[in-house]
């Protein structure tokens, strides 16, 4: 897919201007329609601020009137139709009225919008014009491009050019070239970060009454249903980092809950917005693990594999995914121990059996605790986590029974997930 994003400020004020890109020439008050001529995109996305609009009736009024003005911008100036109008909620005080919030409910809104704009299993051409932005919501749109189309491109070729004008200057007509600013083949960057605790960080509070908060907060079922998952969540994120194939297996995320509580969160936030004559009052703001979530919901998509999650995997299997999902000496050195791992059961064996136990059953003494190090460094083939058996082929999962760790018996996941939240700073 071939994307063009824009980002505008107050369009209906840009003066007719001579643009040049590459051999074409244009006249009129937006860059837009040449580049569409040269890049030809398949999709246009214009983001800009709701602090353009001006009736203050509803949130829906106040979007409509600032969407409805830009699609009779569009057929005005002869671009194309085949558009996404992202309308992120801004902050500022203007002549025609005020609009009070979190700066960062931009960045989280775009991201939002974008992830589910950009096709996750397809490679991506993406163009970006900041000629025309204002300031932060340029930046932000910016950066949720970066953060999206480095785990667009685990899956996929993503490739992304960034354009801006000369600077324009008012009463001195002259040409203005349209200039390449960043071009480059995206490099995958899986999510790094850890989906937080505390329900504040997915939702904070800015001026609702304590008690209202409080309401809306445990109105959150599906947020909470997540929440109570986060350790298996953050599991999966560093597996992907880690080079750890049964983790990634095993943990795979359900992308429809994810979906359900980011979905959530929206309206929540979106509830509690307050809308007066001539002002906006954003009572609510998105916070950081808002933007967790929507990256998590995004990559498990583009790395969605069919009939995962699953726990009980064939070595052929995790041999498949390692070759898919990691990359550089991370995948080396897990194919690696995946291969190891073949030689440790070569009998058939219907009964699954700790590799511990066969470490013993051929006279090594291996440490019958778990040893965090040995976690990581075996891809998370750790001896007295992992059974095996074999039924022409090797079949590996992670234990149902307690293992020792840190001198005490525990459930195996919350040892994994332990072991794991260190590895994201949690």
Partial sequence: MKLLAVSWGDFERWKETKYRFDEEVSVGPSTLPILQKVIKPDWTVIVLSDTLGRDFSSLDALREDVKGRVMDFLERIGAGREVDVIIAPGIGQFAHGTFRGSAMDAYHHILHSLAQILPPGEPLDVHFDSTHGLNYITLLTYRALKELLGIAALGNNVAFTAYNSDPFVPKIPHELT?????????????????????????????????????????????????????????????????????????????????????????????????????????????????????????????????????????????????????????????????????????????????????????????????????????????????????????????????????????????????????????
């Fill in 178 to 426: 349209i200039n390449v600013i960043e071009e480059r083949r995206a490099a995958p960057a899986p999510l790094a970060e850890p989906l937080p605790e505390k329900n504040g960080k997915y939702l904070g509070n800015r001026s609702l009454p304590g008690r209202e908060y409080g309401e809306v907060m445990k109105g959150l079922k599906r947020m909470e249903t997540v929440r109570k998952s986060r350790g298996r969540l953050n599991a999966w994120i560093s597996s992907v980092i880690n080079g750890l194939p049964l983790v990634f297996a095993s943990a795979f995320p359900e992308t429809d809950e994810l979906e359900g509580a980011i979905e959530e969160l929206e309206a929540a936030y979106t509830e509690a917005i307050a809308l007066s004559p001539g002002r906006v009052e954003r009572r609510l703001s998105l916070g950081k693990g808002f933007g967790v979530l929507v990256k998590l919901q995004f990559q498990a998509r583009v790395l969605e594999t069919a009939g995962l999650p699953k726990d009980e995997l064939s070595l052929g299997e995790l041999l498949d995914i390692s070759e898919r999902i990691f990359r550089g000496s991370v995948k080396e050195s897990t194919k690696k121990e995946l291969n190891n791992l073949s030689k440790a059961l070569k009998l058939n064996s219907s009964k699954w059996i700790r590799l511990a136990e066969l470490f013993e059953m051929a006279g090594k003494t291996p440490n019958r605790q778990v040893d965090e190090r040995n976690f990581l460094a075996h891809a998370g083939l750790e001896a007295n986590l992992i059974e095996l058996k074999r039924e022409g082929e090797l079949y590996v999962r992670y234990t149902r029974e307690k293992v020792k760790y840190g001198g005490a018996m525990k459930e195996p996941w919350k040892v994994i997930e332990n072991i794991l939240s260190k590895t994201l700073g949690g």
